[in-house]
């Protein structure tokens, strides 16, 4: 079930230890191995999916003899969350057609990332490239012993971004083995402000007329902290949960939420929408490095509608702030692909390793290979009718 190492990368130059709670490991110690990374493995988010988790976490902690953090690699085991797109027998194997059974890949252990669908690893920036290998190849291998002892059927890395798969195919032998998980949709700021940005996208008209509409209807946005008013967002983010199929609740939101402010707060910024002095709209931005990471967004449905909210709220709106604050990027996530291509985002793949302990490479499957071959062409077509009849993610 292992991840097939480059064995001279092996040294064991280093103190290997496993820990339960990232925090164990103090933010200014990690900060570094984290700065130039998605916020998505950062250490607030990692806290706050920790917490939400609830146990089934750990983290592969790498020290030189000195002590200095040379890396860190989290690893998550037990039950996949409801939506399952951390599950890869029922996410990929089973939806590709293959012949794939249940008992030869779930339980799944899985390294990275677990939330999000942005995994890369955290490795010290400074050292040399052959000393980041050999720390990265060394916590896999303890990862992979993990995995044995907690008796997973497989091991996986999933929606590996683009450093990501750089990073692991420095380690691996089976390079040909990733598959498309999925794509990000991530909008490139190059504009000195919103008129360029207008003037840039080909469906300019539509766009004008949707920015109209809205100004018409009395809408006006307002921005705060996500604690500032956590209640009335888990009210609107539950809303919009349910109304597209999840079961959720304003209280169980508020729990997401009230996690989130007590690791991520200070990273927050959320976009009110307001008519009439209350809050009918809303969403969840974080602010790391240079980039915006848009995360979830809630309404009022027994008040929106027909004002082209939802586009004027996560799009238009989050856009001029970019340029306005000089960030570089805007990271959409998955899914949505038609609308965050008609407002100028590029798709950038996403990638998944799955290593079975009693079964081949899924690419020995003729039917996966071909099902994943087509959702590679979707994606570096960036065609959006391709991509919504082979339903990515």
Not at 152 to 170: C, D, F, P, V, W
Not at 196 to 201: R, V
Request: proline fraction near 3%; charge should be negative.
């Amino acid at each position: 079930m292992s991840f097939k190492l480059t064995s001279s990368l092996l040294k064991n130059n280093y103190d290997i230890t496993v820990v339960s709670s990232i925090e164990d490991i103090s933010e200014s110690e990690l900060l570094p191995l984290t700065k130039e990374r998605s916020f998505y493995v950062s250490r607030p988010w990692l806290l706050a999916i920790e917490r939400l988790r609830g146990g089934d976490t750990g983290y592969v902690v790498t020290r030189d003899h000195a002590g200095q953090l040379m890396g860190v690699l989290p690893i998550y085991w037990g039950k996949p969350s409801a939506r399952g797109y951390y599950e890869p027998f029922k996410r990929f194997l089973e939806r590709s057609g293959g012949d794939f059974q249940a008992d030869d890949w779930s339980p799944a252990f899985i390294v990275g990332s677990r939330a999000a669908y942005s995994c890369e690893f955290l490795i010290r920036p400074t050292i040399h490239s052959e000393e980041k290998d050999d720390v990265l190849a060394s916590m896999l291998d303890i990862a992979n012993k993990y995995a044995q002892e907690f008796g997973a059927a497989s091991t996986s890395a999933l929606y590996i971004n683009k450093s990501g798969r750089t990073q692991l195919e420095s380690v691996i032998e089976n390079h040909s083995d990733f598959f498309l998980a999925g794509a990000n949709s991530i909008l490139d700021i190059k504009w000195n402000d919103f008129d360029e940005y207008m003037q840039s996208i080909k469906w300019k008209r539509g766009v004008l007329r949707e920015q109209q509409v809205f100004t018409s209807k009395g809408y006006y946005i307002e921005s705060c902290k996500l604690a500032d008013s956590m209640n009335t967002f888990a009210e609107l983010f539950a809303n919009h949960e349910r109304k597209y199929g999840y079961k959720t609740s304003p209280d169980q939101e508020a729990k997401e939420l009230q996690t989130l402010v007590d690791t991520a707060n200070e990273y927050s910024h959320v976009f009110v929408l307001k008519l009439g002095g209350s809050a009918v709209g809303c969403i969840l931005l974080f602010l790391w490095g240079n980039t915006i990471y848009a995360r979830t967004v809630g309404f009022d449905f027994d008040v929106i509608g027909g004002g082209y909210e939802y586009f004027n709220l996560a799009y238009y709106e989050v856009i001029r702030f970019a340029i306005e604050n000089g960030y570089d990027h805007v990271e959409y996530g998955m899914g949505t692909y038609r609308a965050k291509l008609k407002r100028g985002a590029r798709l950038e793949p996403l990638w998944g390793i799955v290593n079975s302990s009693t079964k081949p490479t899924p690419f020995k499957d003729f039917n996966f290979v071909n099902w994943d071959r087509t959702r590679q062409e979707a994606v570096t077509a960036s065609d959006i009718k391709r991509l919504e009849r082979i339903q990515l993610p």
